[in-house]
């Protein structure tokens, strides 16, 4: 079975330019989970998607940063436009929704997405 | 807040040493304790949890205790190996949902 997929693995753009990110979650997984780590410091929670709806997304930075996911399968974060503390390696998670209150169902992380912003 | 304080590395050990990274939380209420792997080139994996007070999570010869009087979820292995080099991640989740991390503690296993 495949794992979490996320594209691309490394960008270098400028200060002002766009990118879009790409997660692709495991088959079935409803929960989809995106993290950011700036060098140095802790990863941090930015948004939660319940198939194509957000759960939670306070740790959302600003208004530069754009989540989706269409249809409730993969999901692309985009920012716009991008400022030098935006670089950071970008993770997404996925994972199966509880079937037990109070169950925890374990996140699958994909290998990250480095971002650099000169 | 909710937070994880984890030390701070590199740490770096002979193979078959003994290793200890410390964990310590804020959180309120009664979270989940995990930690995480990260190896070389890889995503995160969840190395081991646990879910309520006194539980000792267990995987791979790595061992952590939750302790609720200490606010501590401090990760042990008896004998590290080359192979365990990596970065590791103290993670807390107060609701089973999204997680909260420490800052990680990188560690080389030299032979």
């Known amino acids: 079975e495949a794992g979490v997929t996320q594209f691309p693995s490394h960008s270098v753009i400028e200060k002002g330019q766009t990118v879009t990110l790409r997660c692709d979650p495991i088959?079935?997984?409803?929960?989809l989970y995106w993290y950011r780590r700036v060098m140095g410091k802790e990863i941090k929670f930015l948004l939660h998607f319940v198939k194509e709806s957000k759960q939670d997304e306070s740790g959302m930075p600003n208004n530069r940063f754009l989540a989706e996911r269409t249809g409730g399968t993969y999901s692309t974060l985009k920012v716009q436009p991008a400022e030098l503390e935006d670089s950071g390696v970008y993770f997404c998670?996925?994972?199966?929704?509880?079937?037990?209150?109070?169950?925890?169902?374990?996140?699958?992380f994909g290998p990250g997405t480095r971002l650099t912003v000169l | 807040g909710n937070s994880v304080t984890q030390m701070e590395g590199p740490v770096t050990l002979s193979e078959e040493a003994f290793l200890t990274i410390n964990c310590t939380y804020t959180?309120?209420?009664?979270?989940?304790l995990f930690w995480y792997v990260q190896y070389p080139g890889e995503g995160l994996q969840l190395l081991l949890k646990a879910t309520k007070a006194d539980d000792k999570g267990s995987n791979k010869g790595f061992e952590a205790t939750y302790r609720k009087e200490t606010t501590s979820f401090h990760l042990e292995k008896g004998s590290v190996q080359v192979s365990d080099s990596a970065v590791y991640f103290c993670?807390?989740?107060?609701?089973?949902?999204?997680?909260?991390f420490g800052k990680g503690t990188s560690l080389l296993v030299t032979p």
């Open positions: 993670a807390l989740t107060p609701f089973l949902g999204a997680l909260n």
């Open positions: 998670a996925s994972s199966q929704v509880a079937r037990l209150a109070g169950a925890y169902n374990e996140q699958f």
């Open positions: 959180a309120t209420g009664y979270p989940s």
């Open positions: 088959s079935g997984h409803d929960n």
